[in-house]
């Protein structure tokens, strides 16, 4: 029976997904595992899409004003991919940070997967889902394949149970609308009502059925 010996293991990339509703601190825990590696003189690099306007153009920040250096990046996984593997950055680095992964299009699962096999420490942070409850774009895929899972709660701003949920409180019906204080809270399964659209045109639609 053949068992591996420390010299015939691969040195083996790991997938991380840190996830939950907005508020839970899912930037946070990001950052504080970046500066860990940090601290154990791993080299990083950390981005994050230009979608996300809160607080610093060049920086991650987490609700509770922990940040960390981020290459701002469009949310495009193919132009992600270019620029770690154009000049050889992706060699440069051992550990991956990406921050709002949510934003990214469905290539960021193939483009994580690629790193996770060159050896790389991926660790991926962004929403689970919508404000209108549904899975956010490439995150349960990336949950599904990921190494570890850390779903973390928030605190309902009703009842102050843990909150899984990201209420909408606006009437904008954009889904790309980021860390605008006052447009979303963190509610649990008791208090949290999906975004739905308005019903101004679906009222119309009685009257038109009854005139057919
Ligand atoms: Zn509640």
Redesign the pocket.
């Known amino acids: 029976m053949a068992l591996l010996t420390g010299t015939e293991r691969p040195t083996p990339g790991v997938l991380e997904v840190i996830t939950g509703p907005m508020f839970s601190g899912k930037s946070e825990e990001l950052i504080r595992r970046l500066k860990r590696a940090r601290i154990a003189r791993q080299r990083v690099g950390c981005f994050k899409p230009d979608i996300d306007l809160r607080y610093h153009r060049t920086a991650i920040a987490s609700h509770s004003e922990q940040t960390h250096e981020a290459a701002v990046v469009t949310p495009d996984a193919e132009r992600l991919r270019e620029l770690l593997f154009a000049d050889g950055l992706v060699d440069a680095i051992e550990v991956v940070g990406l921050d709002e992964v949510q934003f990214f299009d469905e290539a960021i699962v193939p483009l994580s997967l690629e790193l996770v096999g060159l050896g790389k420490r991926v660790i991926l942070a962004g929403l689970d889902t919508t404000f209108a409850n549904e899975p956010f774009g490439p995150v349960p895929a990336l949950m599904a394949l990921a190494d570890r899972v850390t779903k973390l709660n928030a605190v309902?701003m009703?009842?102050g149970?843990p909150a899984i949920h990201t209420q909408r409180l606006g009437q904008s019906r954009e889904l790309v609308v980021v860390g605008a204080a006052g447009l979303y809270e963190a509610?649990?399964r008791?208090?949290f009502q999906p975004y739905v659209e308005e019903p101004a045109e679906q009222m119309e639609l009685p009257k038109v059925l009854a005139h057919a």
Do not use: D, G, I
């Open positions: 309902c009703v009842c149970q509610r649990c008791a208090h």
